[in-house]
């Protein structure tokens, strides 16, 4: 059973920056394409983000041009670098690996 244990939400200003991470353990991380989602309240959960297993990146148009996705396979980390922040971007983010997911961080963009 993979577990996956994201980190690094937080408040943040407009404008501003922040960057999650998604520590995985329990499979071949390596080997699987990893995404990252967001569900904000009484909303659909939504894709933000995948990376394969070679590092290619792939972005919903809403976040293209502010969010990197990128991954460190030796630590089984994928990592989700969110710049130029805006108040629609406030949502639970959570990485999704081989259909398992965590527990979810909570980002908040507010002035």
């Known amino acids: 059973q993979a577990q996956l244990v994201e980190s690094g939400g937080g408040v943040v200003q407009p404008g501003g920056s922040l960057r999650l991470s998604c520590e995985v353990s329990?499979?071949?991380?390596?080997?699987?394409?990893t995404r990252w989602f967001r569900q904000a309240p009484r909303m659909e959960r939504e894709f933000v983000a995948f990376?394969?297993?070679?590092?290619?990146?792939v972005y919903a148009d809403s976040v293209k041009g502010r969010f990197t996705i990128s991954r460190d396979n030796a630590k089984n980390t994928v990592s989700l670098q969110m710049n130029n922040l805006k108040p629609e971007d406030t949502a639970v983010y959570f990485c999704?690996?081989?259909?398992?997911w965590g527990q979810g961080t909570q980002v908040t963009v507010s002035s």
């Open positions: 329990g499979l071949q991380f390596r080997w699987y394409v």
């Open positions: 990376i394969n297993h070679a590092g290619a990146g």
């Open positions: 999704e690996v081989g259909v398992q």
